[in-house]
C-alpha cells in the first residue's frame, strides 16, 4: 500500500512479445481443456456467467483506469501522480476516497492487479453468480438475478476498499487492503482452492517477469535502498485479512457450511507468512525502521489459530458469544482485534494541518510548498503519539520535503541518501484534473578525509533552479604549510576557507575550472572535478566535484 522502491524502466514491447503472451495463453486454455475433467469446466460455469468472474474483471477494470487516466499513468507511465490520492487526513475527504484505488508505480499496480484477479475468481466462485436454493429460479428477485450478483462484487470491492482506506494509519495509497480482504474471505471459505491460487499467483508473477524482461543483463551498482519491510502498511493488510474472514464466517453460518478446520489453519499461516504479515515495526526518524521480528512470528502463528478455530462451529447453531466454544471466542477475538486495530487509525487521520506548519522556504506550486531540509520535526507527526525510544516525542524528516495544509500534507517524498546517490531526484504534485514536476539536484564536494559539502537546489519544470540547502562546511584531513583548507556550500556556489589556529586567513570562491588561485597563503587549481592546494612543491588533492547530469 505505501510507496515502493522504482521499478527497472520497462523496454519496448516487441511484435514477438505479443505473440509469446498470445502462445501462453492459448497453450494454458489448451492445456485445461485437454487434461481437465470436463465436469471441472461445468461446475465453474454453473456457479459463474459463461464461467468467468465478471465481478473482478470489472473491479480490475475500474482500478486500472483510476491510475492510468486519474493519476496519469497513460501519459505518464514512470511517474504517475500520488500525493493527492493519499490517505492524509479526514479532514481531507478526497484521499480517504481514492486511497485505497490509487498506486505508486507500475509494480505496485501489477502486483495488486494479480492478486485480485487469482483471490478475486475464488472468492466470486464461491458466492456465484446463480442462486444456490433448491427450487429458486434465477430473474426471480434480485437476489437471484445473476447481473445484480456480479455488480455485488465490485461494489463489495470498492466499499472495503474505502473501509481500508478510512481506518489505515497513516497516508497509505494502493488496493492491498482489498486484496488481503479478498484472500482472507478465499481461504476460509475454500482454503484448498485457495492454496492452489496462492501458487498460481506466483506462476502468473513469473510469466509477467518473463514477458517484461525476457533477457536481463546485471552488475554491481551503488542504490539507495530502504527495508523492504518499512515499505509496507502492515496494519492496513491486517484489517484487510480481518474484514475478509469475518465475511466469510457470515456467508458460510448463512449457507450452514463448515471447511476443514486444518486447511484453514495452514492456508492462513502460508499466506500470513508469504506476504510479511509477521513484519511489525516502527518509525524512529531519520529513515531508521525498528522491526520486531519476534512479535510479528508468534502474531502470525496466533492469527492463524485464532482464524481456524472461528471455522469450527460455523454452522447455524453457531452464535458469537462468551461461552466455552472454541469458535464463539475466535470470532469475538477477530471482532475485537479488528476493532481496535481500526480505532487505532482515527488519531492519525484527524490531523488538521495550519498554514504556519509548512516550510517557510520552499518553491510554492499552487496549495503546494516543496523544498530540502534536514532533521526538522515532521509536522504530520507533531500531535501524534509515536512509540519511539522517549514517548512522545516528535519525527523528525529529512529530505525534498512536500506540504499542503489544503490537502493535509507532509512528507518526506525523496530521502537525502536517495538524491546523494541519484544526484538529481523529481517530485510530481497536482490534483485530479493538474500536475507539475519539480527537481531536487545536490552538487557535492567530497572532502578529503572528511564528510561532503553539498548543497541542494529545486526548480519547477521549465524554470530556474533556486538554492534551498546548504550543508555545514567539512575541513580537509590534511595541513598544509601549518593551515587548514575547509569546503564551505554557499547560496551561489561553494569557497574555500583557510584557517591556522582558528583564525582565517582567506576566502574566495572555488576556481573556475582549469583555473588557479591563490587563497590564504596557498595556492588552489583544479583540474575538471579535482581540486588540488599547493605549497613549496607539495601538492594535494583537496577536494572532488560530483554532480548528476540534469535530467527533465
Known amino acids: 500500500m505505501m510507496q515502493s522502491l522504482p521499478t527497472p524502466a520497462m523496454p519496448a514491447w516487441l511484435p514477438w512479445q505479443e505473440a509469446v503472451v498470445l502462445a501462453v495463453v492459448l497453450a494454458v486454455l489448451l492445456a485445461v481443456r485437454r487434461f481437465s475433467d470436463a465436469r471441472v469446466g461445468d461446475g465453474i460455469r454453473a456457479r459463474l456467467l459463461l464461467g468467468v468472474p465478471w ?27 500520488v500525493t493527492p490520492f493519499r490517505t492524509w487526513s479526514y479532514f481531507y475527504p478526497f484521499g480517504m476516497l481514492t486511497g485505497a484505488f490509487t498506486h505508486g508505480s507500475q509494480g505496485h499496480i501489477t502486483g495488486n492487479l494479480m492478486g485480485t484477479l487469482v483471490y478475486g475468481t475464488v472468492a466470486e466462485y464461491v458466492w456465484g453468480h446463480y442462486p ?33 482506506a478510512v481506518f489505515a494509519i497513516g497516508p497509505v495509497v494502493g488496493f492491498s487492503g482489498v486484496v488481503f480482504a479478498i484472500a482472507g474471505f478465499a481461504l ?57 474472514v469475518i465475511v466469510a464466517l457470515v456467508l458460510l453460518w448463512n449457507r450452514d457450511e463448515r471447511p476443514d478446520t486444518l486447511r484453514v489453519f495452514f492456508a492462513t499461516l502460508v499466506f500470513a507468512v ?66 481496535a486495530l481500526s480505532l487505532a487509525a482515527v488519531p492519525t487521520n484527524v490531523v488538521d494541518l495550519q498554514a504556519d506548519q509548512l516550510p517557510e522556504d520552499g518553491i510554492e506550486v499552487r496549495d503546494y510548498v516543496v523544498t530540502y531540509d534536514e532533521n526538522v520535526p515532521n ?31 507532509w512528507i518526506a517524498a525523496v530521502q537525502p541518501g536517495r538524491l546523494a546517490v541519484n544526484g538529481q ?76 589556529r582558528n583564525e582565517t586567513l582567506g576566502q574566495a570562491p572555488l576556481p573556475a575550472n582549469m583555473t588557479r588561485t591563490r587563497i590564504g597563503g596557498l595556492t588552489f587549481e583544479r583540474n575538471r572535478s579535482k581540486l588540488y592546494a599547493r605549497t613549496d612543491g607539495t601538492r594535494v588533492k583537496i577536494a572532488e566535484y560530483r554532480q548528476q547530469a540534469t535530467r527533465s
Open 132 to 164: 444456490r436454493e433448491r427450487g429458486v429460479q434465477t430473474f426471480t428477485s434480485l437476489r437471484t438475478n445473476p447481473f445484480a450478483r456480479i455488480l455485488a462484487v465490485p461494489v463489495t470491492m470498492f466499499v472495503v476498499g474505502v473501509f481500508s
Open 425 to 500: 531526484e523529481r517530485v510530481t504534485v497536482g490534483g485530479a484534473t493538474w500536475r507539475e514536476s519539480v527537481y531536487a539536484n545536490r552538487t557535492d564536494w567530497s572532502v578529503l578525509g572528511n564528510s561532503s559539502v553539498y548543497r541542494v537546489q529545486l526548480r519547477r519544470e521549465g524554470g530556474q533552479p533556486r538554492t534551498a540547502y546548504t550543508s555545514e562546511p567539512s575541513t580537509a584531513d590534511v595541513i598544509l604549510d601549518g593551515r587548514n583548507v575547509t569546503v564551505a556550500a554557499r547560496q551561489n556556489g561553494f569557497d574555500v576557507v583557510v584557517t591556522r
Open 379 to 409: 509536522a504530520y507527526f507533531e500531535s501524534i503519539w509515536v512509540p519511539t525510544q522517549q514517548a512522545g516525542t516528535s519525527v523528525n524528516a529529512s529530505g525534498v520535503i512536500v506540504a499542503s495544509a489544503e490537502r493535509e500534507v
Open 55 to 81: 465481478g473482478t474483471l470489472l473491479t480490475i477494470a475500474g482500478v486500472a483506469a483510476v491510475y492510468l487516466f486519474l493519476q496519469g499513468a497513460w501519459w505518464h507511465p514512470r511517474n504517475p501522480l
Open 188 to 244: 476460509v471459505t475454500r482454503p484448498t482452492l485457495f492454496l492452489g491460487a496462492f501458487l498460481g499467483n506466483r506462476v502468473l508473477d513469473l510469466l509477467y517477469s518473463a514477458l517484461r524482461y525476457p533477457v536481463s543483463t546485471a552488475s554491481g551498482q551503488t542504490r539507495f535502498v530502504t527495508p523492504w519491510w518499512s515499505n509496507i502498511a502492515i496494519q492496513g493488510h491486517a484489517i484487510g485479512i480481518l474484514a475478509g
Open 274 to 339: 508469504a506476504q510479511g504479515l509477521w513484519a511489525v515495526y516502527i518509525p524512529l526518524g531519520g529513515g531508521r525502521f525498528r522491526l520486531f521480528r519476534w512479535v510479528g512470528t508468534a502474531l502470525v502463528f496466533v492469527l492463524a489459530l485464532v482464524v481456524a478455530a472461528a471455522t469450527i462451529g460455523s454452522d447455524r447453531r453457531f452464535r458469537p458469544s462468551f461461552d466455552r466454544r472454541p469458535a464463539s471466542l475466535a470470532v469475538m477475538v477477530l471482532l475485537v482485534v479488528l476493532g
